[in-house]
Each structure stands twice: as C-alpha cells, then as structure tokens.
C-alpha cells in the first residue's frame, strides 16, 4: 500500500479495495513507527486525519465523492491549519494556533483530502538543509546522515520514506525543487500567483509559492488541480483559468525542443550529477525532442540579488512577531524595548535572525538604492534572460543541485556555502516562472534531480514532459534502502 | 529682528468607508476595545491584505477637488518601524508613488483676498490602533479597532505665513472632504486631525529654518494656538542665541504649549519599500472620468452660487457654503421660508449659537431644517415677532414641536389688532408723564430716539405679543399728537 502513488491510491478507493479509513491508519501507524528515524512531522493529527478518512468514506458511499476524496497528505507546517498549531518550525510560533485555515488547506479539505499531519521544515522556510528547525533537524531517508534539502525537507523526507503519499511544500529560492531532488521525489513551484499564498505564512512575499511534492509528476498534477486558482484573500494571486493539469500529460514529446543553458552546467558541477543530467536529455532526444544550447548570462547575478530581497522582504514580513499579540513572550520583559529584543532573540533561531540583519540593512537609508533597488534591476535582468530564451524554446533543462545531499553539519557553519546550493533554483522565483524536478538518476546511493524550467503558467506542459520522462524511466520509483 | 513662519500642515482625514483599507472589518466608532478587528488587522501570520477600492475612489474624488494630478499607477510601500499599536510591525502607505500628486486650494484671508495653497500629494495609508495608557496601572492596553481605518494624508507645501492661514487651509480642506463625503470630519474623533510643521526665517530670506513638527492636532483653534506658540517659542529660541532643533513636539492643549517628543536623532529608519503583498493601483482616464461624475457641487461652487442665487454675502456664502450638511439645511430653512437672508441670519445666528454652546453637529440639530424654516414662515406673516420667535425656537430646541404647535400653546400668537394696541399704547403714555415731557421737548428729529422706551413698555405690557411695526407707528402718532 505504501508503494501506490496518489493516482493508484484513488483507484484503490475508488475499486473498493481499501477504504481511506484504512488506509488513513496505516499510514498513521506506519509514522508513528518510522518517523522517529526522519524526524519528518512536527505534529501528527490523527484524530483529523480518521474523521475526515471517515467523512470521505461516507461521501464515497454517498456517490459524492471527488476525484482527492479520501487520499491522505501531509501539508508543511508553514500552511495554517485551523485549530492546529502552525510553528513555522519555530519557537517563536511553538504556541501558535491559527483561528483559520490557509487556502490551500481548505482547498484539500473542500476535495475531501485526509490531513496526516504537519512536515518539518526550515524555520521560516530560511534554509537548505532543514537544519534550522526549532524541532530538529529532518533526516534523508536516503543516508540519515544527510539532509534531506530545504525547506520543505520534512515533506520531501515523509514522501520519500512513504509517511505520506504526497505533501505541500513551499519554495522561496528552491525549497520545493532542491529537497526533492536531494530526497528522489518529483516537487513542481508553480508559476507565481498560480496557488494562493493566503495562509502560509510569508517569508519573502514576491518569491513565496506554495506547490506539490509526490512521486510522480502525475501524482503532481493531482495536487495542484486541488491547489491552484485564484483567491480573492491573495491580491497577488493570478485570475488566470485552471485547466486539468492531467489533461496534457499522454502528450508525446516529438518536437519538443529543449534548452540547455551554459551557465547551469559549470565547472565546478559535480560530475556525477552532471552526467546524470546529461543522461536524462539523451532520453528527451530518445523521445523526439530536440536540444539546443542557451544561455542565461545573469546567472550568477541570482544569488546575490535574491539575498537582498529575500531578506529585506522578510525582515519586514517577520516584523510582526513582536511578542505583544502571540507567539513567543520573552518571561518578565521590562520595559517595551527589552520585551522585543529578548522575544525576538530568543524567539528566532541564528539563520532567521541573520537574514533579518542582512534585510534591515539593505532596506536601510542610504543603502536603499545601492542594495535594494540594484537588486530588482538585476530581477529584470533575469527575467528577460528567460523571457528571451523561452521564445526559442519549450522549456529549460539543468541539474536541480550542485551537489546531491550533503552531511548533516557539514554546510551549517557556512551560510555562503549553504546559500550556493541554491544556485540553480533561485533565478526561477525571481523571474516567477514555474519548474518542476524530478528524480534523474543517482550518485553514491544518492538521488540526483533534473530540472525543469517552462515559461509561465506552462505547468501542464512540465508535467508532461515530466511524466512521459518518468513512462520512459523508473528513477522516481527508487526506494531508500530499508523501506 | 522681523521673522517670517513658513507653515505646512499635514492633514490626516479618516475616509469613510464601511470596512478597513485591507480588511473586511468595520471602521465604525466606539466599540469595544478589539472588537472590530479581524485576523488581517491583528497581523496574524499568513494573513494578507486586500485593498478596498472605495478608498480609492474617495482619494480619487480629493484629487479631482483640488485640481490635482492623479496617479496613473499609484503604490503601496510599507513603512517599517515597532510599536505596539502597529501590528504587523510596519504601517502601508504609500511614499513614492502616491495617489493624488500636486493640485491647490485657494483660501480666503481677513481682507477678502484669496490665496493659492499648494498641495504636494495625498497618498492613502492604513491607520494604526491605539495604546491606552491610563486604564491599566504599569501596564499598558491596545485596542486595535483603529488599526487598518483608512486614512488620507493630505500634505500642503510650505506655502502658509501665518497661523491664521493655516486655520483657513484646514476649514477649506476640511471643508472639501466632508463636502465630498469623503470624510465625516469629526475631529472630537479623530477623523480628521493636523500635523504642524512650522519654522522661521528672518522676513525676506528665502532659505528655510529648521523646521519642528507638531503631531495629532485635532481642533482648529488648536491649530491656531500651536502654530502661535511655536513660532512664539522659536523666536525666543533663537533671539536667545539658541538654535532650533528638528524635532517632533506635542500640542499639550491643557497648558497651551507644544513640548520635546522625539528628536531626529532618535527618529526612526522606516525603510521604506514596495509592499510586495499588494499590487501597483492602476487607473485609466476612463475610471477618472466616472469618479468626477460623482463629484457633488464643491465649496467654491457652491458660495459662488449663494451669492448669485440667494443674493447673500461673500461672508455670508462662505460661512454657509463650507459645510456641506450646514449648507444643505440653510437651503432646506431657505426654501421653506422663501426668505434667504431671513434663514442665514438664524442658521448663522441663533442656531448656530446653540450649536456650539450644546457642542452639537448640525446633523444632530435637534431642530431640523424644517422646523426651522416652519417658523421663519410664521415671523414673514407677522404672525410672531422676531424677538417671540427665539423664544419658540428655545422652547423647539428643547421640547420639540412645529412653531404654530408652539405659539398656539403658549399663546405667543402676535396681537396686529390695531385698537388692541392703541389701548395699551395709551396705557403706557399715561403713566409716563416723565419720558413724554422729555419727548415733548426734544428737538423733532431726535425724537426717534426717544421711543425706545416707549416700545419697551408696550412690548413688555403685551407680554411681547404685540407687533412691533404696529407698536411704532401707533406710538409716534399719538406721541407727535402731544407735542402740537
């Protein structure tokens, strides 16, 4: 059972052959066995979970149900769940409980999804490595010894340990693509604006989107036709129609050209995951597509212009945790300035109080134009980089990460380090364009992530060329040792 | 040494809308403390805000009054700072890109003349709740039904010389938005409140001093006495040797000064920058065009007409045409009564006066228009006198009713029968022996004079019922009689 996709999983229910209760159960015993190993929940919900498997059963039986209805996920505990707590994996929201549910966990409840519980994740989504959660650090189920990416690592870690079929995850600079190619999972960030950022909780608001982390990308393309659409609580969410993101993905691949850019394979790449990657375009060409060399020549200009406004947006969006209405309170402040000082010192971990440093001071007169402003010019630059070459192209391939998973530890005492892992994924939510990995190949027992880049609101079209990939390939039905 | 003030002022005027800037929670006054104030206004994370597009069509309807240019593509920026009563921790306004851009308003100073005040922007923004201090000893309360009231900040450029001026910038401008409807301009509760920025230059320099900024002003009188103080206060400053600091004072209305709040030093960093939670506001001509349709008769407009229609006064026009709620129950008295210098001079007047000593809006006039003009009609056909009328309009103002209810009951009915009169004329004649040989011998043409007294007794015998030009014109008959 813990081998069937979401897809496989609704025909189950659908033939009769298990009902969400039981498969409900399952999987929550099968967390509370095995989760201790990947640390990948920071809260279980079980009670939820058996009576919405319930309420899904009964719909079943009722002739009502939908297309999700019963299919157990995990959402990442950056998404607001009413009556839930929703930590962020943070100590400053260790005792925060939501009066509402972010659009998107009501979108799953409306389709009569089963919530297991809440994934771990960087704090505040500030991180690549899942090493700064207040709850511990998730763990690869593929080595425990390394990091399962970030920042939606807890995600990418369930799904790949079968603790869930499929979670949410959220990618600011890569948080979606870069864990579930670190894990061997399938991870798509949607185009910004596509799902409604109501609800989750922000970290940089122009780069924040929330997307789907499944083994397939079929899988995928279940999540997000639950996921996307306009909502009118998110004024930069899109009024763009949602199709059937299923529609499209038996489309053969003759004719598909694909852009390979210069700068996404350098020399410093791993030569494992480059000959992964490099193996994965043969098999495009083995399908019919054509490939052609690009170039995106403000590559290198991402990292540093993201770590400006990433920053400078979070350390406004983080403003609010003061410490006066809820969350953390520093014990017996006195006066109003020791009570915002030791709450949000001790309420933040180091990475996310760094990167609050680093946003004041961008954000800083005097240093305004010189940071920030320079920064949203170098995020045209990108932009048009894109734009360019997807006027040549269907879509951009490259490796997802420099390297695969790394050590726990190894990367924790060097942000610019950990900051480079993001090198490929973070030029994409600046230009706000969707793009999907999936699991190409392995170095070293570790899973090695191609990427997908497509032009705007061009998801269908990355879920096909991912899903005829994966017809063709079984990379993403690898399984960690042990599981 | 003479010294010049350079002014400008810095307007707050609360829009009014039924819901908040971002939110769905109502703007209205005086709930309890927190109670409205949604999941948005409280900062609660993952909540986002959604702008309001009546505000804008109210920023829009501001911009059209004053001539202004409106921005095309206007934006929010976040300005970062901690306090309390600032949830998220920044308040969204708009810096670089704001709504209305430069326009003018033209005031009236004492001489009549007008004088054109320039307007640098007026950009929207989300008000902040408050911090109550007094009701928990050592500790302090927030209540944030405030927090996300939208707000129109209305910047003047230092265009005003004088307190007097600036007191006429505020009443037009406050005049304006509550004619727009825009804004219900209680200032008691802080819809529309006025920050001073004031500093002096020897007369006929052309650089500026360094200016001081007064914050929170909510009457206009205050606004008068801050500005006069603090001009005061800097002369004294600097004619002492001293220099002046560039600061944010206080108007302490209790002890008529404005005093230290914080200095620039201290000021905060508000690092500004794009509110990337909402989108650039873009209108077009088209949209422009619709709000300015909308637009109702404006101040200017309406005093012009006044003149021209009513045949009032400039002064007249002015005071009636500024308010639109005053103006609108001047032209109900009016058109009652067909009489408009008749209804000025009792809106002016006698209500007016009541008004004030009662601290009431004329929306809350306990005598409405209608009544009012009700008994205007009664003082046209000589049914009561002038003097009989204040009467009925006290007796209105605190028991209710229409004038004839009033002046059949109290029987204030005026007598005009004319041999009711003469009867008590020659009452009043024969028992003044004193005052008619005075009469008597006064020179003819200062005996017009003389009969105030007379038409004292006579109205005083008749209970102030009998009509005065009856009165008169009986009176000097029968005194002239005498005198051949």
């Known amino acids: 059972m813990f081998d069937k996709t979401l897809a496989e999983l609704a025909s189950g229910l659908e033939n009769g052959d298990f009902s969400s209760v039981e498969l409900t159960q399952a999987y929550l015993d099968r967390i509370h066995a095995e989760d201790s190993k990947y640390n990948s929940y920071i809260t279980v919900t079980d009670e939820i979970a058996l009576s919405q498997a319930k309420a899904a059963d009964e719909a079943r039986a009722a002739g009502t149900a939908g297309p999700f209805t019963g299919l157990p996920i995990a959402q990442k505990d950056i998404f607001c769940t009413d009556g839930v707590r929703t930590s962020c994996a943070s100590k400053m929201l260790d005792n925060f409980i939501a009066p509402y549910n972010a659009t998107v966990v009501d979108k799953f409840n409306t389709a009569g999804a089963v919530m297991l519980g809440k994934t771990n994740m960087d704090e505040f989504a500030m991180g690549s490595s899942n090493e700064s959660s207040f709850y511990g650090p998730s763990r690869n189920p593929w080595n425990t010894d390394c990091v399962p990416g970030g920042s939606s690592g807890g995600s990418a870690a369930a799904v790949a340990a079968r603790l869930a079929p499929a979670a949410t995850g959220t990618d600011t600079g890569g948080s979606i693509r870069q864990p579930a190619a670190l894990c061997g999972i399938t991870g798509l960030k949607p185009t910004y604006g596509r799902v409604s950022r109501f609800g989750m909780i922000a970290f940089a608001s122009s780069l924040d989107q929330g997307g789907p982390m499944a083994r397939t990308a079929e899988d995928a393309a279940l999540m997000l036709n639950v996921m996307a659409g306009f909502d009118p609580r998110d004024s930069t969410s899109m009024q763009q129609a949602v199709p059937d993101f299923t529609a499209d993905l038996a489309l053969p691949l003759k004719g598909l050209t694909i852009g390979l850019p210069k700068e996404y394979f350098p020399d410093d790449l791993s030569p494992a995951i480059a000959l992964q990657v490099q193996n994965a375009v043969k098999e495009y060409e083995a399908l019919g597509a054509t490939v052609k060399e690009v170039s995106l020549p403000n590559t290198a200009l991402a990292i540093p212009a993201y770590y400006i406004i990433a920053p400078a947006e979070a350390s406004s969006n983080l403003s609010r945790f003061d410490g006066v209405r809820y969350g953390y309170r520093c014990d017996e402040p006195v006066n109003l300035e020791d009570l915002y000082k030791r709450s949000r010192g001790e309420g933040f971990g180091p990475e996310v109080q760094r990167r609050i440093m680093v946003g004041t001071y961008a954000l800083s007169e005097g240093f305004y134009d010189a940071y920030y402003k320079k920064a949203q010019q170098i995020r045209r630059l990108i932009k048009q980089d894109f734009v360019n070459v997807l006027n040549e192209v269907d879509v951009i391939m490259g490796p997802t990460t420099p390297h695969p998973a790394f050590k726990l530890g190894e990367k924790s005492s060097d942000p610019i380090a950990m900051y480079m892992e993001d090198i490929f994924t973070i030029a994409l939510n600046l230009a706000g364009l969707p793009g999907m990995s999936v699991p190409c190949g392995q170095t070293d027992g570790l899973p090695v992530g191609l990427q997908i880049i497509g032009n705007y609101f061009a998801e269908q079209k990355l879920l096909n060329v991912a899903h005829q990939f994966q017809l063709a390939t079984d990379w993403h039905k690898q399984t960690p040792d042990g599981i | ?484």
Not at chain 2, 100 to 122: E, P
Not at chain 2, 272 to 290: G, K, S, T
Not at chain 2, 428 to 444: F, G, L, S, W
Request: charged content about 25%; some cysteine; proline content about 4%.
């Open chain 2, 1 to 484: 040494m003479q010294w010049e003030a350079v002014i400008g002022l810095e307007i707050h005027a609360q829009l009014s809308t039924k819901s908040k800037i971002f939110s769905g929670a109502s703007t209205a006054f005086g709930a309890e403390p927190n109670t409205q104030a949604c999941a948005v206004d409280l900062a609660l994370p993952g909540t986002l805000p959604v702008f309001n597009e009546e505000a804008l069509r109210n920023a829009v309807k501001f911009g059209l009054a004053i001539d202004a240019e409106i921005g095309r593509t206007s934006v929010f920026d976040r300005k970062n700072y901690f306090y309390p009563d600032l949830p998220k921790g920044y308040q969204t306004s708009q810096l670089f890109h704001p709504i209305v851009g430069i326009g003018h308003v033209d005031i009236t100073q004492d001489d009549g003349t007008t004088k054109r005040v320039g307007v640098t922007r007026a950009h929207l923004e989300e008000d902040a709740g408050k911090s109550l201090h007094d009701e928990f000893p050592g500790m302090t309360g927030i209540d944030l039904n405030r927090a996300g009231t939208p707000l129109l900040e209305i910047v003047s450029e230092p265009d005003i010389r004088s307190a007097k001026e600036a007191v006429a910038y505020a009443r037009n401008i406050h005049s304006l938005v509550t004619s727009l409807g825009i804004c219900d301009g209680n200032m008691a509760e802080g819809s529309f409140r006025c920050d001073c920025n004031v500093s002096i230059r020897p007369k006929g320099q052309e650089e500026f001093g360094t200016r001081t900024e007064t914050k929170n002003i909510n009457s206009f009188r205050f606004i008068e006495r801050a500005i006069i103080g603090e001009i005061e206060r800097q002369i004294d400053v600097i004619e002492d040797g001293g220099r002046i600091v560039q600061e944010t004072r206080l108007y302490d209305a209790n002890k008529n000064e404005t005093r230290s709040m914080r200095s620039k030093e201290e000021a905060n960093d508000y690092r500004y920058f794009p509110c990337p939670d909402l989108l650039p506001i873009v209108i077009d001509e088209e949209y422009i065009e619709a709000v300015r349709a909308t637009l109702p008769e404006l101040p200017d407009a309406r005093k012009a007409r006044f003149i021209e229609q009513h045949g009032l006064s400039s002064y007249d026009a002015m005071v009636l045409s500024a308010d639109r709620n005053l103006a609108e129950y001047f032209e109900t008295v009016a058109t009652a009564c067909t009489d408009a210098k008749l209804s000025a001079n009792w809106v002016m007047g006698e209500l007016s006066k009541l008004l004030n000593q009662n601290d009431t809006a004329i929306t809350d006039s306990p005598v409405s228009a209608d009544q009012l003009g009700g008994l205007l009609v009664r003082i046209k056909d000589d049914t009561i006198s002038g003097k009989i009328a204040k009467q009925v309009f006290e007796v209105m103002w605190s028991d209710g009713g229409s004038a004839d209810e009033i002046i059949d009951a109290k029987g204030l009915k005026q007598v005009t029968d004319t041999g009711a009169i003469e009867g008590i004329v020659d009452d009043v004649i024969a028992n003044a022996d004193k005052q008619v040989a005075q009469y008597q011998a006064a020179e003819p043409d200062k005996r017009g004079k003389m009969l105030g007294f007379f038409m004292g007794q006579v109205m005083k015998a008749s209970g102030g019922k009998a009509n005065p030009g009856a009165v008169t014109s009986i009176l000097k008959q029968k005194l002239d009689a005498l005198c051949d």
